[in-house]
Nanobody
Framework: QVQLVESGGGLVQTGGSLRLSCAAS????????MGWYRQAPGKQREWVAT???????NYADSVKGRFTISRDNAKNTVYLQINSLKPEDTAVYYC?????WGQGTQVTVSS
């Protein structure tokens, strides 16, 4: 069983930046694929970015060039650097690995 805890969300103005963290514990392997997802009010949860154990990354078109996913395997932590925030980025952001989800962290972007 894997436990995931996200942090780093908050209220920012349009154009601002945040760095989200996801700390993992339990049965963790450095080869695990880690992903970030988000869910805006009234919308379905959507995939944002993925990073493999080897560091290969992939992004949703809506965040390419603004979001950067990274990982520190020694700390069992995955990060999501989010820049040039837009009001439409407002959502609860979740990390996921295998079948485990974190509780989410709220990101609110004011216009």
């Amino acid at each position: 069983q894997v436990q995931l805890v996200e942090s780093g969300g908050g209220l920012v103005q349009t154009g601002g930046s945040l760095r989200l963290s996801c700390a993992a514990s339990g049965r963790i392997f450095s080869t695990n694929v880690m992903g970030w997802y988000r869910q805006a009010p009234g919308k379905q949860r959507e995939w944002v970015a993925t990073i493999t154990g080897g560091g290969y990354t992939n992004y949703a078109d809506s965040v390419k060039g603004r979001f950067t996913i990274s990982r520190d395997n020694a700390k069992n932590t995955v990060y999501l650097q989010i820049n040039s925030l837009k009001p439409e980025d407002t959502a609860v952001y979740y990390c996921k690995t295998q079948n485990s989800w974190g509780q989410g962290t709220q990101v609110t972007v004011s216009s």
